[in-house]
């Protein structure tokens, strides 16, 4: 019975060391992911929000370039899409002045642009492969530039003083972030194209 007893507790013990091993070696290699995006992150213009927009998806990331690209240019595309389906509420608001309706309705084509931009990023960046490699990202890097341009001139739509002082501030914010969002993304593309290319 005693041995029993003793076999059961070197089992038990074996089994917490190697769990424990286990453990580790996940937490150091998520340690290593954390680490490398917001190494990368450095590189770019907003290395803060970079580093907290995609510290959350760093599993999926690790350590890879094309996978940190691609995670930013994704979590670009999701906040350029919930900001253009604010932008299209926020122009059947009543009571707007002439010149907010005419920024918002602009605004609104520009952020349906820049969607449609990071969207067909994304889907180039998830095809591209060897001998095609610099075309692919050429055409990558010039949308995702587009795209900022287009956040840019959206929101010089809402400089001055003639609007609500209220929404002037939504609306820059939420724009403003975007903007930085996709300059952050085009940073880590062209870091991505430099390393493979």
């Known amino acids: 019975m005693e041995g029993s007893s003793s076999n059961h507790f070197l089992t038990t013990l074996l089994l917490v060391l190697i769990f424990t091993s286990y453990v580790n070696r996940i937490s150091g290699a998520g340690q290593a992911n954390t680490e490398f995006i917001?190494?990368?992150?450095?590189?770019?213009?907003?290395?803060?929000?970079?580093?907290?927009?995609?510290a959350s998806h760093a599993s999926a990331i690790q350590t890879s370039p094309k996978h940190l690209a691609h995670a930013a240019l994704s979590v670009t595309l999701d906040n350029t899409q919930s900001t253009s389906a604010m932008m299209v509420k926020l122009a059947h608001t009543h009571g707007l002045k002439p010149r907010e309706i005419g920024a918002?309705?602009?605004?609104?084509?520009?952020?349906?642009?820049?969607?449609?931009?990071?969207?067909?990023?994304l889907g180039?960046?998830?095809?591209?492969?060897?001998?095609?490699?610099?075309?692919?990202?050429?055409?990558?890097?010039?949308?995702?530039?587009?795209?900022?341009?287009?956040?840019?001139?959206?929101?010089?739509?809402?400089?001055?003083?003639?609007?609500?002082?209220?929404?002037?501030?939504?609306?820059?914010?939420?724009i403003v972030n975007i903007a930085h969002l996709t300059s952050n993304a085009l940073a880590l593309i062209n870091n991505y194209a430099t390393i493979h290319g």
């Open 38 to 54: 917001r190494t990368s992150c450095g590189t770019t213009s907003y290395p803060r929000l970079c580093f907290t927009s995609l």
């Open 104 to 121: 918002m309705r602009d605004c609104v084509e520009e952020m349906g642009e820049s969607v449609d931009l990071l969207r067909n990023s």
């Open 124 to 174: 180039e960046m998830s095809q591209i492969k060897g001998s095609n490699f610099r075309l692919m990202m050429s055409d990558v890097q010039t949308w995702v530039s587009a795209a900022l341009t287009d956040d840019d001139t959206c929101s010089d739509g809402f400089a001055g003083n003639g609007m609500n002082g209220n929404m002037k501030s939504i609306v820059r914010g939420r």
